[in-house]
């Protein structure tokens, strides 16, 4: 298994198109992955509803493993999408039953794992020396920067990833040491449409952003983080790596929703309850 992905997912509901889509960090990375050509897995909790079950269903469209997702009962995690000029913003959240703790079958499917992929809204952060006894940890702290919250989890990470748009080059620079002096091997900064820069412990290499329409924003830091990580996994020349992470971020924001499969959009954003929702045990 190349990247196993553990904690967060929502539905991503859209009101300006009507229809509601599957995402989340961890489950945007694991299906980058395997679009990728690697070998994904995620690991998660889902409601017993019609959104739960459209996650299910697109992850297994996707190739991606979902063994250890389960559905029960409660509310899949819902977020309203807005946007303005292509960039999405964020509107009301309901959690669901997203946050979980891991049981050892899930610890031990992590294990088999080049890379386990987790993220800052996924609740992990308690079990994270446990995830690094298992494993490479590659962990998203998207803009929780200078706020201390990454001080004592660094030390766990292998690959440290950061949203950095609202930095310029010295300060994007800055964190990538900052953070790679505290533990992790790779420091990844993603800065939206100037591009991202990747730093090993000795040097800092950088892409441009690819040129592409842009529909849609949402998820393509994921694609990029998840395209990433196939590329480590397999010893990727960085320069190569970071041009297929780049276009793969571009193909994003061509399309609505993080990775696809959207469904009508429908009160209680996006679903009710199904009995179909057992398939995702």
Do not use: K
Not at 97 to 122: K, Q, R
Request: glycine share 12%; proline share 4%.
């Amino acid at each position: 298994m190349d990247v196993v992905a553990i904690g967060d997912n929502i539905s991503d509901c859209y009101r300006s198109v009507g229809e509601v889509f599957p995402g989340g960090n961890a489950v945007n990375v694991a299906v980058a992955t395997a679009r990728s050509g690697g070998a994904s897995a995620y690991i998660g909790v889902v409601g017993e509803d019609a959104r739960g079950q459209l996650l299910a269903d697109a992850l297994i469209a996707e190739s991606v493993d979902i063994l250890r997702l389960r559905a029960v009962p409660g509310e899949t995690a819902c977020c309203q999408i807005l946007h303005a000029g292509g960039e999405r913003l964020f509107g009301t959240t309901s959690r669901g039953v997203a946050l979980f703790t891991p049981a050892e079958e899930d610890l031990a499917l992590a294990a088999t794992a080049g890379i386990i992929h987790t993220t800052y809204c996924s609740g992990m952060e308690p079990f994270l020396p446990e995830l690094a006894a298992r494993g490479r940890v590659s962990f998203d702290f998207s803009s929780r920067i200078g706020d201390g919250y990454a001080d004592d989890l660094l030390p766990h990470v292998y690959v440290a990833e950061f949203s950095a748009a609202h930095l310029d080059d010295d300060e994007t620079a800055e964190l990538v040491h900052w953070a790679a002096a505290r533990g992790p091997r790779y420091v990844l900064a993603t800065r939206g449409n100037r591009g991202a820069v990747l730093f090993d412990g000795e040097r800092i290499a950088s892409v441009r952003a690819v040129e592409s329409p842009v529909v849609d924003t949402l998820g393509a830091g994921d694609s990029f983080i998840g395209r990433a990580l196939y590329g480590l996994t397999r010893g990727e020349p960085v320069p190569d790596l970071l041009a297929a992470c780049a276009r793969a971020a571009a193909r994003t924001c061509a399309t609505w929703g993080a990775f696809g499969h959207g469904a009508p959009l429908s009160d209680g954003c996006g679903g009710h309850a199904s009995a179909a929702a057992a398939a995702a045990t």
